[in-house]
């Protein structure tokens, strides 16, 4: 990647950035749990028996699973009541996400948030992209609804490490784009020469995500030239868009042309029908909040 602009003075160049990001172990650390989860995912060999006594060796993560489970979110009638009857009912990859998304809100929710950056806000608007996405999913069958629910839940996860790790400059970005009416991005691009897109794509990389799912945090602002597979990232481009249209006081994003372009070509209807299916998705969104938001400080 080349810095197009080497005039210009950021508050922090991107080589120190890149630097200090490979110095962060607890980047590596998506909790053991869901990297072991995740990564056994991708082995059709796994027995249910394996991944339920993985999911196990964590009591915490197993109560929360069985609450999420038995939830509004899922609507089930009758009570599941262990993880191997989830599995039973759920299918693997429905576990799979209740474990990556429990356990990323759970991770990076506590840790040396600064004042001035609303944590409980951030995950608020990133629910409400994976809720959109899998409701975007279900309606084109363009991509897998539950990826696409995770997609949707880490596009912006690169904020929470500028929060984490580069308080000062997060602050700045927001001041100026609250100061001057302007989106996030584009107050980011004049604070620091890498964003949150790409401080993601590397955050997902490092998680041994998915390539499509790397792609899809990574290029969420900006189409690159040669996408793994473009689905996943304009079901979450598009609903980010939606989300932040229908909330503007969170962000004033606008559509990427060539990311438009190819929404437009693969869920014009979706997109023309917005304003008639969204106000159910809001819902969905506000239930999904009562459950994964209710442990963080309000
Ligand atoms: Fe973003
Ligand atoms: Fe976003």
């Known amino acids: ?52 006594d993985t999911i196990e060796k964590d009591q915490a993560i197993v109560s929360k699973i069985l609450r999420l489970v038995n939830s509004a ?70 991509y897998i609804p539950g990826d696409c629910f995770i997609g949707g839940l880490l596009h912006d996860i690169g904020k929470v490490i500028l929060a984490q790790f580069f308080g000062d400059i997060l602050i700045e970005i927001l001041k100026l784009s609250h100061g001057e009416g302007r989106s996030f991005s584009s107050a980011e691009k004049e604070i620091i020469p890498i964003g949150h897109d790409q401080i993601g794509g590397y955050l997902a990389k490092q998680w041994h995500l998915t390539p499509d799912m790397v792609d899809a945090i990574r290029y969420h602002h900006s189409k690159a030239v040669r996408i793994y597979n473009i689905e996943l990232l304009v079901v979450v481009h ?21 990311l438009r372009k190819d929404a437009e070509d693969l869920m014009k209807k979706q ?28």
């Open 73 to 142: 979110f899922f609507g089930f009638q009758s009570k599941i009541n262990s993880i191997p009857h989830a599995l039973m009912v759920l299918g693997f990859n429905s576990v799979r996400n209740a474990v990556m998304s429990i356990s990323v809100i759970d991770a990076l929710s506590m840790k040396n948030i600064p004042k001035g950056f609303d944590i409980r806000e951030f995950w608020k608007h990133s629910i409400a992209v994976a809720v959109t996405s899998k409701r975007i999913a279900e309606k084109t069958r363009l």
């Open 271 to 298: 997109l023309d029908t917005v304003n008639e299916w969204f106000p159910e998705v809001s819902d969905e969104i506000e239930t999904a909040c009562d459950f994964f938001l209710c442990e963080i400080r309000k």
């Open 238 to 258: 598009t609903a980010d868009y939606i989300v932040n249209h229908f909330n503007p006081d969170f962000d004033q994003m606008i559509m990427t042309p060539e």
């Open 1 to 52: 990647m080349v810095d197009n602009d080497a005039n210009k003075k950021y508050l922090m160049n991107r080589a120190v950035i890149l630097k200090k990001l490979d110095r962060i172990d607890e980047l590596l650390t998506l909790p053991a749990i869901a990297m072991e989860v995740n990564g056994m995912l991708r082995d059709y060999n796994v027995s249910t028996k394996r991944l339920s």
